[in-house]
């Protein structure tokens, strides 16, 4: 936990990691160096139709509805961000699931 390695849910699993030009690989807590990136999540035991929000500095940066298992991906171009996180919402936008950060070097 100290080192920012989880995320809080009210029961699907989330698991964020990226990987960066340089062959980098983070997971949540971590930072990856400012070059191009890739951001990927997996999820399990979502509802059906939830909202995946893929947050870029504070702000959805892409969304969808997703099924209740699969996994997805990003690219993060250098200097896009300071960091990332994925959350999933509900039909009425409440917080089913939420990633720490992926952190980006500047």
Not at 29 to 40: K, M, R, S, V, Y
Not at 86 to 97: I, T
Request: a negative charge; aromatic letters at 6%; charged letters at 20%.
């Amino acid at each position: 936990i100290r080192q920012g390695h989880s995320y809080l849910s009210a029961g699907p699993q989330l698991i964020l990691t990226g990987h960066s030009a340089s062959k980098v690989e983070v997971m949540t807590g971590d930072t990856l160096p400012n070059e191009a990136a890739t951001i990927h999540v997996r999820w399990v035991d979502a509802h059906e139709g939830v909202l995946l929000r893929f947050n870029v500095d504070g702000r959805p940066y892409a969304e969808r509805s997703i099924s209740a298992s699969g996994e997805t991906s990003w690219i993060i171009a250098p200097g896009q961000a300071t960091w990332c996180n994925v959350e999933l919402r509900d039909a009425q936008n409440g917080l089913a699931a939420v990633t720490n950060p992926i952190f980006i070097d500047r």
